[in-house]
T-cell receptor, first 114, second 106 residues
Framework: ETGVTQSPTHLIKTRGQQVTLRCSSQ?????VSWYQQALGQGPQFIFQYYREEENGRGNFPPRFSGLQFPNYSSELNVNALELDDSALYLCASSLLANGATEAFFGQGTRLTVV | AQRVTQPEKLLSVFKGAPVELKCNYS??????LFWYVQYSRQRLQLLLRHISRESIKGFTADLNKGETSFHLKKPFAQEEDSAMYYCALGDDKIIFGKGTRLHILP
């Protein structure tokens, strides 16, 4: 058990709505990264939060936003949902020190936009 | 630009045969390379990283900076090796390839 938990596990939303996904980091980790995994694709980096500040962003529009809290848990918010946002959203926590370290993944939230 | 390429979407190998999953990367600097694996109905997990130079579950991967490759190898495939394998490149964030599905045939 890696300790990274995500909620909810499944979610159905209507196009145009807003959604918030949640992630609880593994104890001792200070960094959370979010990924979008479309069917048949590898995880695509959305953004990373380190000590409550955004620390890098992938090629995603501003309607994808996030937060990291003092306890290092995190939220991913997506506004104005589009059909193409349907995917598995993965959260990964790690301890950012010198260079990349092992990322521990949650089980993901399956978002379906209809 | 940082990029990870896994040229094979699907690789089918007979049990007991050697396995090689290909990975090439594009990165300016000294990369840190990983292989992640996702077994059926399980979460994505780290298989190995190049700096540790370990063999995990019989798998090894050697970083070849000249060829910018980090191929994953195992001399004798086992049925439990069937899974999705992702090559990944990391500095302060991890960039994944599209993945290769390894199917071990009985």
């Amino acid at each position: 058990e890696t300790g990274v938990t995500q909620s909810p596990t499944h979610l159905i939303k209507t196009r145009g709505q807003q959604v918030t996904l949640r992630c609880s980091s593994q104890s001792g980790h200070n960094t959370v990264s979010w990924y979008q995994q479309a069917l048949g694709q590898g995880p695509q980096f959305i953004f990373q939060y380190y000590r409550e500040e955004e620390n890098g962003r992938g090629n995603f529009p501003p309607r994808f936003s996030g937060l990291q809290f003092p306890n290092y848990s995190s939220e991913l918010n997506v506004n104005a949902l589009e059909l193409d946002d349907s995917a598995l959203y993965l959260c990964a926590s790690s301890l950012l020190a010198n260079g990349a370290t092992e990322a521990f993944f949650g089980q993901g939230t399956r978002l379906t936009v209809v | 630009a940082q990029r990870v390429t896994q040229p094979e979407k699907l690789l089918s190998v007979f049990k007991g045969a050697p396995v090689e999953l290909k990975c090439n990367y594009s990165y300016s600097g000294s990369p840190e390379l990983f292989w992640y694996v996702q077994y059926s109905r399980q979460r994505l997990q780290l298989l190995l990283r190049h700096i540790s130079r370990e063999s995990i579950k019989g798998f090894t991967a050697d970083l070849n900076k000249g060829e910018t490759s980090f191929h994953l190898k195992k001399p004798f495939a086992q049925e439990e090796d069937s899974a999705m394998y992702y090559c990944a490149l990391g500095d302060d964030k991890i960039i994944f390839g599209k993945g290769t599905r390894l199917h071990i045939l009985p």
